[in-house]
């Protein structure tokens, strides 16, 4: 844990505690045995690129040759636009969630998703972690704990601490691949 670099975090902001604690789920989960997906980020990311180069091409058309000469380009450009971004929205929003994490374990044929949140003013963080097996059976398990369980007095990160609350989550403690 030497050669590990220390995160610190402002005490008062709760999305930078919030946004510290995730960066250290991920890595352990990733260090324990768990297969990153960024399939969801890279689906959103996909329809955002759609909608910017139709607007990009209605741009380039429209300058080339003049706008009243191109309008025709812009009513099937900005619909385009509309759709990816709605898609992307909608995906966020139902899919997607307040998920940060997306893993499967090959070992164990398993895959993890990893949910937080913490309200402004609060200094609660919750994890939620849904694990589904071979069979498309899921178990959702909830923690709530205080932001000052994982960092100490000075704003350091407390890798053990973060450690141990998903461990308490999770059916057998992970074992950490070095």
Same mark, same amino acid.
């Given at each position: ?98 998920? *940060?994490? #997306? ?6 044929? $398993?895959? @993890?998703?990893? %949910?937080?949140? /913490?309200?402004?003013? =609060? ?26 369980? *994982?960092? #100490? ?6 890798? $053990?601490? @973060?450690?141990? %609350?998903?461990? /308490?989550?999770?059916? =057998? ?6």
């Amino acid at each position: 844990m030497s050669n590990q670099a220390k995160i610190f975090a402002d005490k008062s902001n709760s999305n930078e505690l919030k946004l510290a604690c995730n960066t250290e789920i991920r890595k352990y989960l990733n260090k324990s045995g768990y297969i990153e997906s960024h399939f969801h980020e890279d689906l959103v990311l996909a329809a955002g690129y759609i909608g910017a180069v139709a607007c990009l091409i209605d741009f380039a058309y429209s300058y080339k040759f003049g706008f009243n000469q191109t309008i025709w380009a812009s009513y099937i450009t900005v619909p385009i636009y509309a759709i990816s971004y709605l898609f992307s929205l909608i995906y966020n929003a139902f899919v997607i969630k307040k998920n *940060f994490y #997306f893993a499967s374990n090959p070992e164990t044929n $398993t895959s @993890i998703s990893v %949910a937080s949140s /913490s309200h402004k003013n =609060s200094d609660l963080f919750e994890i939620t972690i849904t694990l589904t097996d071979s069979k498309n059976i899921s178990t959702t398990t909830t923690a709530s704990h205080s932001f000052g369980k *994982f960092f #100490f007095d000075d704003g350091q990160l407390s890798p $053990t601490a @973060i450690h141990a %609350a998903v461990d /308490s989550l999770l059916p =057998s403690p992970l074992k950490k691949k070095e």
